[in-house]
């Protein structure tokens, strides 16, 4: 009743170094994909001392899945995606070249508005139909 069933443990893998993805090559790399965003600042008495708790890369979680040279996908030079959080990535960005532009375009827009240089929206109007043709 009181069975005990060994389950092959993901240590064994760790302690290889291999991939996680093909278990096969050393790892080189680790997945860069941000999991998890930490906005609590630590303020401390002194200014030196609260840079390290609140340095850019301890506001983040990242995926860090160990990946050797084949199994990595370079999202660009200095970001590295594991296959999983490659094609999410993939999935997010807009499919068609028009609806991208289409997407810059609303961005200025959105900014012109906000820092006050637009207050009519006629001309941007215009420029879409003029991007529209």
């Not at 005990?4 to 278990?23: G, L, M, R, W, Y």
């Not at 999991?35 to 390290?52: C, G, M, T, V, W």
């Not at 200025?108 to 420029?127: F, S, W």
């Amino acid at each position: 009743m009181n069975n005990i069933v060994n389950i092959p443990s993901a240590e064994v893998d760790h302690q290889k170094n291999v991939c996680a993805i093909c278990k096969k090559q050393p790892v080189v790399r680790w997945c860069d994909y941000i999991i998890r965003y930490d906005h609590a600042h630590i303020f401390l008495r002194n200014p030196q001392a609260s840079k390290e708790p609140n340095r850019r890369g301890a506001q983040y979680k990242t995926c860090d899945l160990p990946m050797c040279e084949n199994c990595v996908h370079e999202a660009s030079l200095d970001h590295d995606l594991c296959p999983h959080h490659s094609q999410l990535l993939r999935q997010a960005m807009l499919p068609t070249d028009y609806q991208r532009e289409r997407q810059q375009l609303e961005k200025v827009k959105i900014a012109r508005i906000e820092m006050g240089l637009e207050t009519d929206l006629g001309d941007i109007n215009e420029q879409m139909q003029l991007f529209d043709e």
